[in-house]
């Protein structure tokens, strides 16, 4: 019998193999890794329903961020983007830092939304005189120096150095230089949910005293009234901050900023409502073009980019640069 279903796999290649052969060229191309990524014409988010607020109103218009399509360089979206207009090859270099892997930095983007969505609830609440407590802050290693001599991990989160609880960046920096070159800073840190004791050197470049670490901080928050801010797994960065914080003010006061326009923006924020660059703005200007946007709200820094792209289209969208949250606020309140 072995033989018999021996006989007829070998008859089924011998006149198949033409066809199994090329499904698997065609499988293997897709999941070639190479060094490139494509930006494309993104979309928009609604954030009405991502944002819940206790006692919220309803809006008569739209807040939505939006956001850059970004895919895989393998070969065939790679020869796709010399065909389709707006598809742009990025090197994977450009945007990753030194050798990280592509899905290395969307762990490191995810945290970047975490960032903006504390400092967005932060800013929305201040500026609408809600109760707002920061109850703890995350101290997440995001990028580790070659020339760093550490035993510590991208993603740990640092907790205490020498036995100095870390309270903030700047009190990070201050042990690092209160110590000499050479000196090793014993690190207590959580990883993958457990405390773990790791070391690392200080050492010098440009006069300066350096560990070799990026870190970025989020928060755990309590406010009054409550909220829930719903993001989803694929969703990462940080460029949704002003969107999200003008969208949690919106519920959080008695006057809609919207009135009725659909209001599409992007823009990083800090806990101070400083409105930061981002990229990909033409990406993003498009395709809030394409869910029919009133009005585009931009970073001051990519004003210049975004405003060739409404000339280059001839784009009826209304473009508005915007450096702080309280220069936003004000714009929205003088649309008629």
């Known amino acids: 019998m072995f033989n018999k279903l021996y006989e007829k796999l070998k008859r089924f290649l011998q006149i198949n193999w033409k066809f199994i052969l090329s499904i698997i060229i065609i499988f293997g191309l897709f999941y070639i890794d190479l060094p490139y990524v494509i930006y494309a014409p993104g979309g928009t988010i609604d ?21 850059v399509k970004m895919i895989k360089g393998n070969l065939p979206f790679l020869a796709a983007s010399y065909i389709i207009k707006d598809w742009d090859l990025i090197k994977r270099s450009e945007i990753t830092m030194d050798n990280e892997s592509v899905d290395n930095m969307i762990k490191r983007d995810h945290l970047y939304l975490l960032e903006s969505l504390s400092n967005a609830t932060i800013v929305a609440y201040r500026k609408a005189e809600k109760d707002i407590k920061i109850k703890k ?23 205490s150095v020498d036995d100095t609880m870390i ?23 959580i990883r993958d949910n457990k405390e773990k004791n ?18 970025l901080t989020t928060y755990d928050l309590e406010t ?40 599409v923006g992007t ?23 394409k869910n029919n946007a009133d009005v585009f ?3 001051k820094e990519n004003y210049k980019e975004a405003k060739k792209i409404v000339n280059k289209y001839k784009l009826k969208i209304k473009l508005k640069s915007v450096s ?12 008629k």
Do not use: W
Not at 172 to 185: A, F, P, R, W
Not at 231 to 247: F, H, I, P, R, T
Not at 324 to 335: H, K, P, Q, V
């Open 47 to 67: 954030l009405e329903n991502r944002v819940s607020i206790n006692n919220e109103k309803t809006s008569s218009g739209k807040l939505s961020m939006a956001y």
């Open 267 to 289: 823009g990083t924020i800090n806990e101070n409502g400083q409105v930061g660059e981002i990229d990909g703005v033409k990406y993003k200007l498009l395709g809030a073009n």
């Open 198 to 215: 790791v070391t690392i050197k200080v050492y010098e470049n440009n006069n300066e005293k350096l560990t070799g670490l990026a870190i």
């Open 137 to 159: 802050k995350n101290f997440n290693v995001i990028y580790i120096d070659e020339k760093s001599e550490t035993s510590l991990q991208l993603y740990d989160k640092l907790i």
């Open 324 to 335: 702080t949250f309280d220069e936003a606020i004000n714009y929205l309140n003088s649309l």
């Open 167 to 189: 309270t903030s960046l700047e009190e990070y920096k201050n042990i690092v230089n209160s110590h000499e070159v050479g000196d090793t800073l014993n690190l207590k840190v």
């Open 297 to 299: 709200l931009c970073p």
């Open 224 to 263: 009054n009234p409550k909220i829930e801010i719903k993001s989803k797994q694929n969703e990462s960065g940080s460029s949704g901050g002003l969107m999200l914080a003008l969208s949690i003010y919106n519920k959080l006061t008695e006057k809609d900023i919207t009135k009725g326009k659909n209001i």
